[in-house]
């Protein structure tokens, strides 16, 4: 958990590397169905554009068939869930399909965030990112990869993320508190993923030795 821009995407990127997960971003399920223009698509693409969230009962049906979906599969090892629950209800439901282990919550200052998401741009069939400041594309405005243009995603636009952002404040702090009742929260605070990062991994590494050790017990 985290807001918009915290760097959830890249957290979860070497949580899955590292620990051998498998990845459940709740905002690339919208925006798949939106770039799919399913009816579930058309029927949230106005109300992600303008940065509100999506319903809890429209969102929960879809995000649930996701979840199952992994976790039957005889391949997958765990699942890191990113972006979902946002609020009780979702975070009630979600026990209904699996209990989560842990949960971490990443605390980034609001305007680092904004500086950092204004300067973001994106190759949209791949879903590649570039930041203008740290991770630039090789030539202005093209992916390195297929020449083809960038764009700057629509909830990427400062007004957008503002109203995001302001949205995201009104809704987690009961989800926070939530999961610090069940003991299974972790927060992690700063301003750079390469900072927080090596703190979520040391922290997953001892977290996974425990609940290992647990299990033999039983």
């Known amino acids: ?36 223009k399913t009816e579930f698509g058309t029927q949230i693409q106005a109300i992600v554009s303008s940065g509100r969230l999506v319903p809890s009962d429209v969102l929960i049906p879809v995000i649930h068939s996701d979840i199952k979906s992994t976790l039957s599969s ?9 972006g979902f629950p946002r609020s009780i209800e979702q975070a009630e439901s979600l026990e209904s399909v699996s209990n989560p282990d842990v949960a971490i919550q990443l605390d980034v200052p609001f305007q680092t965030i904004v500086d950092r998401i204004k300067s973001r741009w994106v190759h949209a069939p791949s879903g590649r990112v570039y930041n203008l400041e740290f991770n630039p594309p090789k030539s202005p405005g093209k992916d390195d990869v ?7 995603r629509e909830d990427d636009k400062p007004a957008v993320v503002m109203e995001r952002l302001r949205v995201y404040e009104g809704v987690m702090n009961p989800i926070l508190d939530y999961y610090k009742s069940k003991n299974v929260l972790q927060i992690f605070s700063g301003t750079e993923s390469n900072v927080i990062y090596p703190e979520v991994n040391k922290f997953l590494q001892q ?12």
Do not use: C, W, Y
């Open 74 to 82: 005889p391949t997958t090892t765990g699942l890191l869930l990113d």
């Open 146 to 152: 297929t020449g083809e243009p960038l764009m700057q």
């Open 1 to 36: 958990m985290g807001p918009p821009g915290s760097g959830k995407g890249t957290i979860s990127e070497r949580i899955v590397r590292d620990f051998q997960l498998t990845h459940l971003a709740a905002g690339d399920v919208l925006r798949k169905h939106i770039a799919q």
């Open 207 to 218: 977290f996974i030795q425990q609940l290992s050790a647990a299990k033999m017990k039983n």
